[in-house]
């Protein structure tokens, strides 16, 4: 296990509360990294999110140094998604959409994960952190185009040429290239706190489990054979 | 000129009160730009540079809702500089010290300027511009990483892969290969308003003229045979 009293944490994950980042986490604690960011955004399910993330840090014992929320409120100053404006509803469906339509969804937030990774990037700078960890996935994501591969390889390159560290700080999104299925079977076999997880677009009691979120999650654990361990509303 | 009432500006600039900024203005203006930004990340000087900003953007009638001001203020809780830092001191200088020696100043914010750009791209890409103005002078900035032009090249790559605009949307730094006093030959050139702008790293009703920065704008009026209009302290 990480030695989480070092002063120069080896890796940051960004971890927003959701599955993937709660597998990524997993992953990167295995590779040494001890520090934990979460970045409010003032997405609409921040509260719970915020909650999930702190449960995760709580599950892997990260003290309070090595855990950090930074609030982003500009973004919802300045942009227009379903995911930061209360008054575009979050869309329902009652099974997922065809993928791979091309088109850019409404839960979009414009250069959403650049900005995040700005973070990420500025705190390893501070506290001499050589790794991020972001759990993006390219393949069964909405189509959004801050989580394609080429976004990563871009990033790192602006990172190689514009910060102090240059080459030998790396954003690393070990998920990029699973499905959501092998993404539960790996959160299983790293013995990841699933249960503590929230990916649904709405905050309540229990997941709605008819937005693209909870869609998607749903059929991951399915076509895994597991059963979900968080409680749905309408299932 | 511009026709500001476009509900599409061509391009947005990012403003900060100082001269470099507004010689980019000014050329901006030139090419259709009508929207100005300005980043307030808790640098010591913010409010000096915010009044500096605000007369600029009057001088060229820049209607309030193309005027925005965003606060950034997790910087400060994440990075440690000399420019967002109370208690570390600006260092002061008699004279210009050598160039080149390629050490990273104090007065570096760590990935600033990715940070700022972002916040460009996610306002161009929700009102529609296709173009970003950043007043980044490679050859006599003081050895940041992220003034450098393959910083402004990663960064378009970034956009054209991460963003809904991909291509369409560029970042420009027309300063980029300037000297400082080609600039302030530009700046006459373009009757741009240099006596509103603020250079110094410290704020108060004089320039100090004795940080970096004073001494590289006092130096390049002074090569290109031209008084500097704003007041000084020590001169």
Redo the contacts between chains.
């Keep these: 296990m990480t030695d989480l009293s070092a002063n120069n944490p080896h890796g940051i994950v960004l971890v927003s509360g959701g599955m993937d980042s709660c597998v990524t986490a997993a992953i990167a604690l295995n590779e040494g990294a001890a520090a934990f960011l979460h970045v409010d955004y003032s997405q609409r399910t921040e509260a719970r999110e915020r909650l999930a993330f702190h449960q995760i840090a709580d599950y892997y014992k990260i003290p309070s140094f090595f855990r ?1 929320v ?3 409120d ?2 919802r ?4 998604s379903a995911l930061t404006d209360d008054s575009i509803p979050v869309p329902k469906f009652e099974k997922l959409e065809e993928e791979g339509n091309g088109e ?1 969804p409404i839960t ?8 995040i990774l ?2 990420a ?3 390893a ?2 506290i001499g952190a050589r790794r991020i960890y972001i759990g993006a996935v390219a393949g069964d994501s909405a189509g959004y ?2 989580c ?1 591969p ?2 990563y390889e ?2 790192n ?8 560290a ?1 080459r030998s700080l790396k954003v690393a999104a070990p998920l990029i290239k699973m499905s959501k299925k092998e993404i539960v079977q790996k959160g299983r076999e790293l013995n990841a706190p699933l249960h503590l997880t929230w990916s649904c677009y709405e905050q309540s009691e229990k997941a709605c489990g008819r937005c693209d979120s909870c869609l998607r999650r749903l059929r991951a654990f399915q076509e895994a054979g597991v059963v979900d361990p968080i409680p749905y509303e309408n299932i």
């Design positions: 950090k930074i609030t982003l500009y973004l100053s300045i942009c227009c850019i979009y937030v414009p250069f959403r994960n650049a900005h700005c973070m990037v500025s705190w700078e501070t185009p801050d394609r080429e976004f871009a990033f390159k602006l990172v190689e040429v514009g910060s102090k240059g």
